[in-house]
């Protein structure tokens, strides 16, 4: 499905498999590869490489990867229909952890006719950890219902005061008043186990996490323990450390955790491909302010 939508989308590209290429020429001739789910040391074997493009928002694997060249672009993919599938997840979380809908779907189990009390949303906090095009995109989704929204990201902000939402650069503040925590943050060197014993104790008692990053963002036994003290009521979790989640882990077994298999937001190829193809278009015209989602491999993302 890949191939056919990134063919569609750019006929004057020659768009092949790499498993098609069966000499060393052949895969010298490679200039751009496009790359998902790779092994380590895969891009080593492309010695024409000049741009390498993503299929998936996520970098942080081929930033890790000693074959990926550093002297030449690397993309992600910023496509707006996924923004705004993460957008809609999002929401459909932090409404069913603030309208109490898990508790009834766990008293249905037993049984048990208990109405409990949903306060506005107008009332609600939502701190959103990385504030990029997603985040932003959640926020605007989020906001609609009347909770107020605070975007969280590594430097302060300077939008508009119409915008729907505030932004900080302390998280420790932020997810002090919030009410649902969603994590959208890349993962680097500085993210990794971000959300641990430290943090979960700066925030607010009773609060919800919601993380749809990455599965390392989060110091599973910490989670466990937050959970089972009542520092945080419910976690919402997409993405593990380790994929698929493994039978016995107990975090399948906790009452107060929901877990999806990493279907947040899936890459659409269709709609992906119209944005890789602009990307590539203006790599080959030499514009390279043009391409959307340039990783800074300083920042990590």
């Not at 191939?3 to 200039?31: F, G, K, N, T």
């Not at 707006?80 to 997840?89: F, I, K, R, S, Y």
């Not at 504030?131 to 508009?160: D, H, K, N, P, Q």
């Not at 959970?227 to 593990?240: C, H, K």
Request: with cysteine; hydrophobic share 45%; aromatic share 4%.
């Amino acid at each position: 499905m890949w191939i056919a939508a990134l063919q569609e989308a750019m006929p004057e590209e020659d768009v092949v498999v790499a498993s098609d290429l069966s000499d060393q020429a052949s895969l010298d001739a490679v200039d751009i590869a496009l790359v998902r789910g790779i092994d380590p040391g895969d891009l080593g074997r492309f010695g024409g490489l000049r741009f390498i493009h993503c299929l998936w928002a996520g970098v942080d694997r081929l930033l890790t990867d000693p074959s990926v060249p550093t002297g030449i672009p690397l993309a992600r993919t910023v496509d707006p229909a996924m923004a705004d599938q993460m957008a809609a997840t999002s929401l459909a979380h932090v409404l069913d952890i603030c309208l109490h809908h898990h508790d009834y779907r766990t008293n249905q189990a037993r049984a048990a006719w208990e109405p409990r009390h949903a306060k506005p949303m107008a009332t609600k906090t939502v701190a959103i950890l990385g504030f990029g095009s997603l985040g932003r995109r959640c926020a605007e989704y989020i906001a609609a219902t009347g909770a107020t929204v605070i975007g969280v990201r590594s430097t302060r902000t300077t939008a508009a005061d119409h915008q729907p939402w505030t932004t900080t650069a302390n998280v420790a503040d932020a997810v002090a008043i919030a009410d649902v925590v969603v994590n959208l943050l890349p993962l680097t060197d500085e993210t990794t186990g971000v959300l641990n014993a430290a943090l979960f104790a700066r925030f607010r008692p009773g609060a919800a996490l919601v993380n749809l990053g990455r599965g390392d963002h989060v110091v599973e036994s910490d989670l466990l323990a937050a959970l089972d003290e009542g520092q945080l009521r419910r976690a919402v979790l997409d993405v593990f450390g380790q994929e698929p989640l493994p039978e016995e882990h107990p975090l399948w077994r906790h009452p107060q955790v929901t877990i999806t298999p990493h279907v947040a937001a899936e890459t659409d190829p269709t709609t992906a491909a119209a944005v890789i193809a602009a990307n590539i278009g203006a790599f080959r015209a030499g514009q390279t302010d043009r391409i959307t989602g340039l990783v800074d491999r300083t920042r990590g993302y």
